[in-house]
């Protein structure tokens, strides 16, 4: 059975392998700031910036069968040069503009036979790691929500939450711009290599559909090992 899929931010990285994953077996709507990148992929745009706009609910279908949110930030930097307008631009994009977005698509959700809902966290709520206070505290936000979400809602909805490590998209260029950057960063992981969009559109493409029935209120690690193994 083809499922209505929303996207919020499907373009680039993630989203759009996300995308491209399902769109040939599934109507996938798209909702991000531009349509680079989408050319003639079968998927319905909507243009939207999380930060300010509201959703224009007349060009979603009645039903939404799944939905993703793809919006999110890396500041990494030592907790003395974050200043708390920094946390609340985090929390900001990462949490509070998920919630906005959760909460006027209610309405649609509730009309699917079992809505799947899935969300991004990072490895760093996890694994305690220098430099992340920012984001591990806004993704920390979403992974609580998501439990509590699952709760109120089962089964009517199933909520799950994806916590990758640092993956190659445009959000992490500055972490992998050259070799050796990319070297050292390959070198943390017990696979030895960071991962790709590829790698969490295949989890995010399950959780979507129907072969993961029986998964709600969970949180996925796919991070190469990071978050479990230490292999010294």
Partial sequence: MRKNIL???GSHGIGFEIALKLYSEHNIYIASRTSE??????????????SKDSIDMTLLPETIDGFVYCPGSINLKPFHMLTPEVFEQDMQINFLSLVKTVHCLLPKL???????????????????MPYHTSIAAAKGAIEGFAKALAAEYAPQFRVNVIA???TDTSLAKRLLANDKKKELMD?????KRVGSPEDVAHIAGFLLTDQSSWITGQVIGVDGGMST????
């Fill in 164 to 166: 990758p490590s640092l």
């Fill in 7 to 9: 996207l919020i931010g």
């Fill in 187 to 191: 070198a943390r992981h017990p696979l």
């Fill in 110 to 128: 509730k009309k699917a036979p079992q809505a799947s809902l899935v969300f991004f966290s990072t490895v760093a709520v996890k694994v305690g």
């Fill in 37 to 50: 990148n989408l050319g003639n992929l079968e998927v319905t745009h909507i243009p939207y910036d999380v």
């Fill in 229 to 232: 193994l230490n292999i010294g």
